[in-house]
């Protein structure tokens, strides 16, 4: 299992569940709202970048694995400086683990040998350290990740000293009220919760709370106002509130473990022979064998993965490709194409009436919606939410995020009949399953629906 980094979204999450807690809520309460941070679309998320399948990068995992530290240092130098403006730091540090921990039993092994993940965390700092001078922005930024490596790995106290140092770094790249310190601040009061500082957390959370107030972020203030009540009450003051943090604490790790696990699936599939096959006749045009390479791929990730998570996957290996591959797919029609033809190529792999399919209708279609293609992406949700039916009622629950999507965008094309029916179904559903963050979400829709009509009103009678 690959390490994790705590995203923005994830704290977030984790700042929800702490403050309904601390509020006397229960915990189910609030999975919904964790679910859609932690297990919404990841199509930004890569695995592999540009600069990762560089030659840079490629020697410095052989020295590395090899004990080659000086050339590793050069290597992972150059390397950053192939990838400078491409990405944030901590995406390289995530890669380089990532080659490691999920590339070859061998390369795995020696890595092991040279003391594992939290050795590799170590030389990647220093040579970061190396590479980029200590008082630059880019450091910090290895030092929160390598802090939330440490987090991961059951030492709560060393990862709040990254974050700590990760903080004095950036005021003195930024001064002290600089709006960019926010998701350092808030990071940090979050560590030094977990690792029961509750003194310094309640001190930072405050200092959050200030900034967020002075330039006007209301998502931040409302999260330094969650930790400052956490913080506040001392497990020593109160040993009930002190194991129910412990019981919140136990859930976070449950749902990130498990949201990694569930990111880590499809890798067995998409690093296989068959899924590199699919690849070549796609770009060849070979749709016979293109066809019968995607379906083999789909065995080879087998029943517990997702089948929209190979799609994902495939697009990001073709948007992450060479050149030559990422030229090739654009005179195929680009993403668009490539997602329309993997819609059919599973469609006769698992057949129209596999459940499995309904999450592709709904990958796609989101695909479909991002790009405008309204008309296409409802086709597509219709298609999932009849095979929802067909497959689990006309009550489940599991259709939640795709009537959503249909009512939103029925809302945007002013549809309003239709976004109302929808939104209505939706929120009867997430009632009858208890999943208030979908009533919410159904009554924001019929609220928005209501003041569209309200003017739409106003202004027939203006023109009469």
Not at 122 to 137: D, F, W
């Amino acid at each position: 299992m690959g390490p994790f980094r705590f995203s923005r979204a994830q704290l977030c999450a984790i700042a929800a569940l702490l403050a309904c807690a601390s509020a006397g809520f229960a915990r189910d309460d609030v999975y919904d709202d964790i679910e859609v941070m932690l297990g919404s679309r990841q199509k930004t998320h890569r695995l592999t970048e540009r600069a990762v399948s560089s030659p840079h990068f490629g020697k410095w995992k052989g020295a590395y694995i090899n004990g080659d530290d000086a050339t590793a240092a050069k290597e992972w130098k150059l390397a950053l400086h192939e990838a400078s403006g491409e990405q944030s730091i901590w995406r390289i540090l995530d890669s380089g683990i990532k080659h490691l921990v999920m590339g070859s039993d061998e390369d795995y092994d020696k890595m092991m040998k040279r003391g594992g993940v939290l050795a590799l965390c170590k030389h990647m700092l220093a040579s970061t350290e190396k590479a980029l001078g200590k008082n630059n922005p880019q450091y910090a930024n290895a030092l929160e990740y390598v802090g939330d490596q440490y987090m991961h790995l059951g030492q709560p106290v060393e990862s709040v000293n990254h974050w700590r140092e990760a903080l004095s770094i950036l005021e003195r790249c930024w001064g002290k009220n600089d709006a960019r310190l926010i998701h350092c601040i808030d990071g940090l009061a979050n560590k030094e919760l977990k690792a029961k500082q509750y003194a310094a957390a309640k001190a930072h959370a405050e200092r959050l709370a200030r900034l967020a107030r002075h330039h006007g972020n209301r998502p931040a203030l409302q999260k330094a106002d969650a930790l400052i009540k956490l913080a506040a009450a001392d497990t020593t003051a109160s040993p009930a509130l002190g194991n129910a943090k412990d019981d919140v604490y136990g859930d976070i790790d449950q749902i990130l473990l498990q949201h990694q696990r569930d990111e880590t699936l499809p890798d067995k599939a998409l690093n296989s022979a068959h899924f590199r096959n699919w690849m070549k006749a796609y770009l060849a045009g070979d749709c016979a064998t293109a066809d019968r390479e995607w379906k083999l791929t789909i065995k080879e990730a087998g029943p517990d993965v997702p089948v929209w998570k190979l799609l994902n996957g495939a697009a990001e290996r073709m948007m992450v490709a060479s050149d030559a591959d990422y030229e090739k797919m654009g005179r195929r029609g680009g993403l668009p194409t490539l997602h329309t033809t993997l819609l059919a190529s599973t469609e006769k792999a698992l057949g129209p009436h596999d459940p499995r399919m309904a999450s592709v209708f709904n990958y796609v279609g989101e695909h479909y919606r991002d790009l405008k293609r309204y008309e296409d992406a409802l086709r597509l949700f219709q298609r999932g939410i009849t095979l929802y039916e067909r497959s689990y009622g006309k009550d489940t629950p599991q259709m939640l995020r795709t009537l959503d999507q249909m009512a939103r965008i029925e809302l945007k094309t002013k549809q309003h009949a239709q976004a109302k029916a929808h939104a209505q179904r939706m929120g009867s559903i997430a009632r009858k399953a208890n999943r208030r963050f979908y009533v919410r979400r159904a009554d924001a829709i019929l609220q928005e629906v209501r003041g569209a009509q309200r003017t739409y009103h106003k202004s027939a009678r203006h023109f009469l």
